[in-house]
């Protein structure tokens, strides 16, 4: 899997921010883009500074198997796995998304 990283020219601004947590929570998102992707697939992470906001946005997609569009409302639930990611991996608690939409949430953030 590659991991490809991309920030903006400028630097980020210091944020005010538990950093333990926040390390919880990206390693949540960027570990779930690696364990499900493709052979040969990509995670893209993607960092910038919010021109309208004093907030920076972090973007991560990959090139994996994805959410079923009917499992959307339900990806942020306390031990929710959806059938597809059962069926690649029978391990997880699903408890990784619920801890970090919360670990985000905590900080003023939304996912």
């Known amino acids: 899997i590659k991991i490809i990283f991309h920030t903006q020219p400028e630097p980020i ?8 947590k926040i390390k919880i929570a990206l390693q ?9 992707n493709v052979q040969n697939g990509e995670v893209r992470i ?15 997609e990959d090139t994996g198997i994805g959410i079923p569009e009917k499992d959307l409302p339900n990806m942020f639930n306390k031990f929710f ?10 391990r997880g608690t699903g408890l990784g998304l619920h801890i970090t939409k919360n670990i985000i949430e905590n900080h003023g953030g939304k996912i």
């Open 28 to 36: 949540n998102i960027i570990d779930n883009g690696i364990k499900y």
């Open 13 to 20: 601004p210091l944020l005010s921010l538990d950093k333990e």
């Open 81 to 90: 796995r959806s059938d597809n990611v059962v069926k690649q991996d029978t």
């Open 46 to 60: 993607n960092i910038h500074k919010l021109t309208d906001k004093p907030y920076v946005q972090v973007d991560i």
